[in-house]
């Protein structure tokens, strides 16, 4: 399983620095990223990761799709109506998520996994979505994640984690940038 986990922390990082440079090829690399993923999550019984790599298989596609588009070149933000929504979503995912993988799964850390579900899936729909703030969403994902894959001694995850925690805090800043140059032209 290390060389799995080894391939997918490489391409996992490659993906996230594309998508910090609002890359298209974020989406096909980040496909490699997800099969390895959804290995090592089911192997290792994080099944809230494993369902969320899924997720992402499946958004990936759409977000592939949609910035092919010229209508989604550059990042937008959502509107005040648009962020109450996603946070709400969020917000209602989290308990129900946290029950389902407390009572029906044998998952090692239901409540920290239900959390970096409920991030994960908003996040990556907002990715898909090319909205800024895919960002915050991954952010506290990627910390919580950093504790869980530690605790489950994945180190090189962990690690990697840690990585795409920084790079999220440089791509935050890049669309930011590129957002307020747009609404200048």
Known sequence: MELIEWIGVITGIIAVYLLY??????????????GCFMFIFWQ??????FVVQVIFLLTGIVGWVNWNRKSFKNPTTSSSKE???WITVTLALLPLTS???NHYTNCSYPVAEAAIFSLSIIGQCLTALRKLENWYWWLVAD???MVVYYKK????TAVYAAIIFIIGI???ISWQKTILNSTRN
């Open 21 to 34: 440079k609002n890359h298209l090829l974020t989406w096909p690399v980040g496909f490699i990223n997800i």
């Open 170 to 172: 440089f791509g935050l």
């Open 83 to 85: 962020k109450t929504i």
């Open 99 to 101: 029950y389902y993988l």
């Open 143 to 145: 910390a919580l994640m």
């Open 153 to 156: 001694e994945l180190y090189p």
């Open 44 to 49: 290792q019984r994080l099944y809230g990761d």
